[in-house]
């Protein structure tokens, strides 16, 4: 690394490889890891580990790891530029993941909502690293020093929580961590359900109609935007509150055309409803469709996904192993 680029602040994310990514992932977090590659040192990570926390058939895991890799890279972050890393292949998170977990409370961890609302969705599978988790995902930043983490809203109460484990690990042995800012962008921060506007769009919905996956079709990608659920006043008009439906697709439709809010509420004036939607299905499949074509191109060329995922460990080793040292040093476990 440079001198210069040692300047750089360090971003990191990661996304868990349970299915194909939304619309959602893409506009929430994706889209912008790629954009924030030229102004950062970038960590970019597969969290397989955080989806064991949900039964995974063990074939269906592998696949997807490697199908959310070629994604990552179809949308543009550039292993040239960018460490892209599976996160089991670097064992120093889950070696972090136990010191955190001893300086995580168990009331913290209680008012998680996502805790909340798994234990919910899985009352049979209410495991240990379901409730840990969010330790996890604090070692997965800490571990590098990460100043940013951009990622959707729904995420933006366990980073909070790793600033708080990171402040009383500081306080507790001596500054060790850099406490990590969220990179939440106003627009797209949550993509609604579009069966369902006042909820998230989620890949684990159970309806298909309500995501839009980034491996949809044209033909699919305009059947679901035009059976998306709106209201009946009929008027295109940002207001999420009265209007969530209409909203959550002005807001797709503004950031995959770059018009502003307000220039699609005149596009649409006087407009039914139908033609809006139609126009906000052509825009997502026009944006998708390069990304399509790179995601088949990739994915054909499984040694060289492989051979990027190697490298990227390597990469993430290096930084995760030297702060595992540092940090097992100051807590006093014996080193020889
Ligand atoms: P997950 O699918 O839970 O692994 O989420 C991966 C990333 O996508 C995280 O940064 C989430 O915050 C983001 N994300 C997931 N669903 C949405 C959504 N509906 N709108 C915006 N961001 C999302
Ligand atoms: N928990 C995140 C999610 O479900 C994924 C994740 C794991 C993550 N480790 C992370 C995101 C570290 C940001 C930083 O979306």
Redesign the pocket.
Known sequence: MSEQSERKRVIL?G??P?GT??L??Y????RNWAKLQDQFNCLYMV?DLHALTVRQDPAALRRNTREAAAMLLAAGIDPAQSILFVQSHVPAHTQLNWILCCNAQFGELSRMTQFKDKSAKHPDNVNGGLFTYPALMAADILIYNADLVP?????TQHLELARNVAQRFNNAYSPTFTLPEGYVTKE?????SLADPTH????SDTNVNAFILLTDDRDTITRKFKRAVTDSDGVVRYDPANKPGVSNLIAIYHIFTGKSIEEVEREFDGQGYGVFKEAVGAAVADGLAPIQGEYARILADKAYVDGVLKEGAAAASRIADRMIQKVYRKVGLLQL
């Open positions: 994310s996304i868990q349970t990514f939304t959602g992932n506009i929430g977090a994706v969290a990622v959707g809203q729904d995420q797209g921060a949550k993509i609604m998230k769009m989620s890949k």
